[in-house]
């Protein structure tokens, strides 16, 4: 589907929104504490680049569903990078979706754009919300599909965090399998596009997880 500038910009400032939720959970003054979000995302890169395989001297086969997770967790990291004291959210979110709409695919394989990615980081000691974008296309990922996974994946953080994630009593598997499989079977269900899409998938979690919890 092809999205307006504008329907890009609700989807950006909705992440960014639920990024800010989510760092403010774990530390308060997370943007004033200047955590190396850039470090996080080169080392990200690595583990992606295990999960599609470059060794040259073995058999490896691309684990693409892992390498797309890679991707996301990459993109939550990335955005925490490019918050910036003095900067609004919709200021930052203007400059996102800029360079989101000014994107043009250069058909970059995977590695390559990874390995692009991670330098920037390095050296800028931030994050490239272009360079990002050209391993978005190698990895065959858009807008859509970034924002879906993205906001699963945010969604199941903040449900494990409520649920007793930090004091070890959240049970990370139900009825033989991950959350992360739950949440996959959820998403493929719910219209992202539709108002009410975060709500709903936190609502589909809490139904299977209770489920579970009363079983046992």
């Given at each position: 589907?092809?999205?307006?500038?504008?329907q890009v910009l609700q989807k950006v400032e909705?992440?960014?929104?639920?990024?800010?939720?989510?760092?403010?959970?774990?530390?308060?003054d997370w943007i004033t504490q200047n955590f190396a979000w850039y470090r996080a995302a080169w080392v990200e890169c690595g583990e992606l680049m295990d999960h599609f395989g470059y060794k040259w001297w073995k058999k490896q086969t691309p684990e693409i569903e892992q390498v797309r997770l890679e991707v996301i967790d990459i993109w939550h990291f990335g955005m925490s990078a490019l918050f910036t004291q003095g900067v609004s959210q919709?200021?930052?979110a203007a400059q996102i979706t800029d360079a989101?709409?000014?994107h043009q695919p250069l058909g970059h394989e995977v590695l390559p754009a990874t390995e692009a990615l991670a330098q920037n980081c390095i050296a800028t000691k931030s994050f490239s919300v272009a360079i990002f974008w050209h391993l978005l296309d190698a990895v065959d990922l858009d807008i859509d599909s970034l924002f879906k996974s993205y906001v699963g994946k945010n969604v199941l953080n903040f449900f494990r965090q409520d649920n007793g994630y930090k004091d070890g009593s959240y049970r990370k598997e139900w009825q033989g399998r991950e959350d992360n499989e739950h949440l996959s079977d959820i998403l493929a269900g719910l219209d992202s596009d539709k108002d009410g899409f975060r709500n709903a998938v936190y609502n589909e979690l809490a139904k299977r997880y209770a489920a579970t919890v009363s079983e046992a």
């Open positions: 589907m092809q999205n307006t500038k504008g909705t992440m960014l929104a639920m990024q800010d939720s989510m760092n403010t959970k774990v530390h308060t919709a200021d930052l989101i709409v000014a």
